[in-house]
């Protein structure tokens, strides 16, 4: 399976967020899956690709071709491909992935969730995704999500579309083993109810 990641790029984040993403990472590899992801070398989104890469597991960047730049890009991708803009990266990393797990991330990597959250309630992908709520982080976005669905902005079957997992095994093993949605026209009808 071809599992995409979104995570921060930030360096300078609490231990606890790397050494899970490393983690996940590791398991990936382990699992014979392949990493799909934003292509940096740090943050979140590296320390994912270097526990793949130290398990042997493939590893997929995707980036624009302006992040070129000495220290930016994660060096060990099995294979990299390069875009004109971060719309193309995102579809990209859509079309390539058969999952999505959602790492502690800030406005990017809501915005990545959030799209891929929205284009499955309306039935344009089935793929699984999973949130890592490591150090609780995904709590206030979901109490977020919750009111939105207590206020009737948004139907309370859309918070069935993803799973918030407290470990990156949990992550793992949910979006191995969660049903891909067809029949999107069903699925979407169901979503508006």
């Known amino acids: ?12 984040l609490a231990q606890e967020y790397f050494t899970e993403a490393e983690t996940l990472g590791t ?20 320390a994912a690709a270097r526990g793949v890469h130290a398990g042997g597991g493939g590893i997929i960047g995707v980036a624009p071709r302006f992040f ?10 099995t294979r990299f491909i390069y875009t004109e803009t971060m719309r193309e ?3 990209i990393m859509e079309e390539e992935s058969d999952a999505f797990i959602v790492l502690p991330g800030g406005i990017g990597t809501y915005e990545e969730f959030f799209e891929m959250l ?4 309306l039935g ?10 490591t150090r609780g982080y995904y709590g ?21 579309l993803f799973k918030v997992c407290n470990t990156p095994q949990e992550a793992l093993d949910y979006v191995l083993t969660a049903e891909t949605v067809t029949g999107s026209i069903k699925r979407l009808e169901d979503y508006h109810k």
């Open 27 to 46: 398991l990936i590899a382990q699992g014979g899956h392949t990493l799909v992801f934003g292509g940096g070398q740090g943050g979140l989104m590296g």
């Open 118 to 121: 929205t284009l499955k309630q």
């Open 140 to 160: 206030p976005m979901n109490a977020m999500l919750q009111n939105t669905v207590d206020e009737g902005f948004m139907s309370a079957n859309c918070l069935d």
């Open 1 to 12: 399976m071809k599992i995409c990641i979104y995570g921060a790029s930030s360096d300078k």
């Open 68 to 77: 070129d730049e000495p220290g930016i890009l994660y060096p060990h991708c």
């Open 89 to 91: 990266r995102k579809a």
């Open 124 to 133: 344009r992908h089935g793929k699984p995704m999973a949130m890592l709520n």
